[in-house]
């Protein structure tokens, strides 16, 4: 066998090793029992354990020295040069890790989720407060361990893990021209808040319907459940075993019916990058998406381009009108899609509309990197929080659990996770303006039903390259451009110019 | 730390990857999606194959032989004594077995499973036949490994596995005397098979009353629901991933109402044991039940001794009355309780009466031996179980779903696995006429709905010391005699003369 098989080998068992983890988190977070929690941890740490000291083990670097002269023979663009080229940026951020450090940061993690439902559910910031703390402190660790790249920040080390080759630099200046533009539009939109209400949302729309309604629409948009499933989870989320084995979670509530729906919709966006991965690629560096922006913009364009677009709902007016014939009673076409689209600072961000989404994200990015920086401690968190809700969406959260706590992210170690969000929306509409000049047919297919050509563009355009190429240069593949703010502005712009008549 | 402390830390690792597997496992019998079948088979071989190299590492060896001598410092009743005791006897074994045919069988038989529940479900026994012939010369493999015992037989190897120190020498005398016994009282009661119908138990029971009668029941009987789930399953089955987080599954069948109430009680005592382990043997090898004989004992107790008898019934049966109002109209309890304890020859084991049950077990018990020995093909198999059957029970099943592909047990390669449950339920009547000279008011309690008695008496007999003992030394210490039939015979003697006023 050669070289590159061996690597491919050792490779594929240390997957298999954070796919059995991926496994035990799904598990934490849809039907573990509440005293599993203690050893859950322990499992989990020693499973990040294991696969990290087979990792950097000088076996692994010896078979990728040799796999590298291997790919050296091979194509500039082919896959076992892309394969070397990920292994080795993988090993040498690893190889700088102490496996202490893995571990520690794996139980805190796998710990401090559980406190942290139990904070947001009580609405108990101090009692997540010191998990923070810790968090905050490996966090810090870690990327000291990594190292800060001259001119760099510590956030720059932690992003990078998400977004390859995304800085703090690079990412400033794409928030102040949103903020430029979004701030403004917010405003505008809020001077005319009579003309699109939300209220039809807010009616009871029966739980079990909705989970009914939401599966016939997976369903019918290509989500296939004999390789995924839709479960319960307090934050929604998508996680995957193999490439046969896509799963995603939502939430239901019964006065608030684009929760469950768009959550399953922006789930089943992730979904289809991990199915539509080529095959040859499982448990290889290759698989699974190349990062959280790009898997963001997937999430983003069937939950928003598509799933609160007026061609979607053409066809599926009707079909919710069936489902929920008293809440829909009096209820036009017209109005149900302007009330999905309703622009209204609040304070949960997975429900914040398109406009003012990616103020949440800014919120999050700045007071990431105080954090980080010790300019802001955990303590003063929440009042800060607070204040910058005020200052960007001119409302104050009641309650910490509509506030600092409603995320899962900062919980389970994701630190420097959030910009990757504002990423993805921007890309979405990007991508999507590029199917359309592909698919002239798009909104008619929409309108009709058929989702095939829109699920194909995206499978071969982005999909099926798995992480073979870094993100910057799938978009310029994707898109033709690199990525830019330019579409997603002119869409909201024409969106909400069209729906708030200004 | 001492070598103890490490060697300690070492066999966590090793255990945290088992119970991994375990969840990984559950996760396959209950939620997986059919596509995820392929990868996940790779994800368990991954964690068995690291979980055995770590085993039979060097550093075991060197760490468990300095424990050894921690160990011979200590008393002669000592948990350290015991844990060396164990870790060595499963070290010698692993250390024979090649890590290729741990991984080839845990990947064979997690493939296999999927097989066989397709096969069940088609009634194509072909389908099924090659994995059966593959998962045999495995087993064969695996005997020849570890060696089979001067007198003794390939069988024996797999049993020491489920039953340390039972052989196929010993059980033959056991199941002679049973098959002295049963098949005349079985015989004597077909006689008047007119005096007791299960007729009210096949009419229509509400599936999601059922589970929630069951969950009832479950809770009542102290079942923590915080440290453990009830979920459907093609096979009821208990797991455990910490002594915290023991599931256990049920099926439900609309006509057929005792299958997921004492499918329940059944697993129910199963998760009992792993509960009632004490807290500090967790993750150890003193951990966890000592044997599959012992668990089944608790498993047959809670569904048998206690949920079949009268007592129990004079509590729940208005509360079952309450819960199926139709189907248990114009029934009286006294006409209940003999028909849940029906005795009549029938094809499916996990299904079968008290006195039949045995039968059921002696068929796999003869036709794994001739397997195991190429005495008896795989294709040939489906004939000699018939014909088994019309020999033991005078039945003979009209489809291959009613005969050989019934039980779980061969697809995950549980050869060798069976006779633990007739261990299991002749253990069973012995330890409840132990408790019952132990506990003057038992029947009383089970009349009035107090548990907690019965429950301590087994945790404080037998529970708490998990592995601490082998199988026949907890016998004689839980009931102070050892291993014997008398109680099982004298117990189905009197209760079915009754039942059947023979």
């Known amino acids: 066998m050669s070289s590159f098989q061996n690597l491919k080998t050792r490779l594929a068992d240390i997957h298999n090793l954070h796919m059995a983890s991926a496994v035990l988190g799904w598990d934490q977070h849809t039907y573990m029992p509440a005293q599993g929690a203690p050893a859950r941890s322990k499992q989990l740490g020693t499973l990040a354990k294991l696969a990290h000291e087979m990792f950097v083990a000088p076996e692994t670097l010896t078979l990728l020295a040799a796999a590298e002269s291997e790919a050296a023979a091979t194509p500039g663009d082919s896959d076992e040069r892309a394969f070397v080229r990920i292994a080795r940026r993988n090993l040498d951020k690893s190889t700088k890790v102490p496996t202490s450090l893995v571990v520690e940061t794996t139980e805190v993690c796998?710990?401090?989720?559980?406190?942290w439902a139990q904070a947001r559910a009580e609405n108990n910031y101090p009692a997540f407060a010191p998990w923070?703390?810790?968090i905050l402190k490996l966090k810090r660790q870690y990327a000291a361990a990594i190292g800060i790249p001259a001119g760099g920040v510590t956030y720059d080390v932690l992003l990078d893990d998400y977004e390859e080759g995304m800085t703090v630099a690079t990412l400033n200046p794409l928030f102040e021209t949103l903020k430029q533009h979004l701030?403004?539009?917010v405003a505008k939109i809020a001077q005319h808040k009579d003309r699109v209400s939300d209220e039809p949302l807010t009616r009871d729309f029966d739980e079990p319907a909705q989970e009914q309604f939401s599966r016939t629409v997976l369903q019918e948009l290509g989500y296939d459940f004999t390789r995924g499933r839709l479960d319960r989870a307090v934050h929604p989320f998508c996680t995957n075993f193999s490439q046969n084995d896509v799963r995603i979670t939502t939430r239901f509530e019964k006065n608030w019916m684009p929760g469950a729906l768009f959550g399953s919709l922006h789930e089943m966006g992730h979904a289809f990058y991990e199915m539509g991965v080529d095959p040859a690629y499982e448990a290889t560096p290759l698989g699974g998406g190349v990062s959280l922006g790009i898997h963001e913009s997937q999430s983003r364009l069937?939950?928003?381009?598509?799933?609160?677009?007026l061609p979607f709902w053409e066809?599926?007016?009707p079909m919710l009108q069936k489902a929920f014939p008293t809440p829909t009673r009096s209820l036009t076409l017209e109005n149900f899609w302007r009330a999905i689209n309703c622009v209204?600072?609040?304070?949960?961000?997975?429900?914040?509309?398109?406009?003012?989404?990616?103020?949440?994200i800014i919120l999050r990015f700045e007071m990431e990197q105080e954090l980080l920086e010790n300019r802001l401690s955990v303590n003063d968190a929440p009042?800060?929080?607070?204040?910058?809700?005020?200052?960007?969406?001119?409302?104050?959260?009641?309650?910490?659990?509509?506030?600092?706590?409603?995320?899962v992210h900062w919980s389970g170690g994701g630190i420097g996770y959030f910009p990757t969000y504002t990423l993805g929306t921007v890309l979405a509409s990007q991508l999507f303006a590029a199917a359309r000049r592909a698919l002239p047919s798009l909104d008619s297919d929409l309108r009709t039903g058929i989702y095939s050509p829109l699920r194909e563009w995206l499978r071969t355009r982005l999909h099926q390259f798995g992480s073979k190429f870094p993100p910057q240069q799938?978009?310029?593949k994707a898109t033709g451009k690199p990525l830019s703010p330019d579409d997603y502005l002119a869409y909201l712009q024409q969106k909400f110019t069209a729906i708030y008549a200004l």
Chains 1, 2 share one sequence.
């Open 344 to 360: 209204s600072p609040s304070f949960i961000r997975v429900e914040a509309d398109e406009v003012t989404y990616n103020l949440h």
């Open 110 to 115: 796998s710990l401090a989720d559980g406190i």
């Open 183 to 185: 701030i403004p539009l």
């Open 302 to 309: 069937w939950e928003n381009l598509v799933g609160r677009s």
């Open 383 to 407: 009042a800060a929080w607070n204040d910058r809700m005020k200052k960007y969406l001119a409302i104050t959260p009641p309650t910490d659990r509509e506030g600092i706590l409603q995320d």
């Open 474 to 476: 799938l978009i310029q």
């Open 132 to 134: 923070l703390d810790r």
């Open 315 to 317: 066809r599926h007016f």
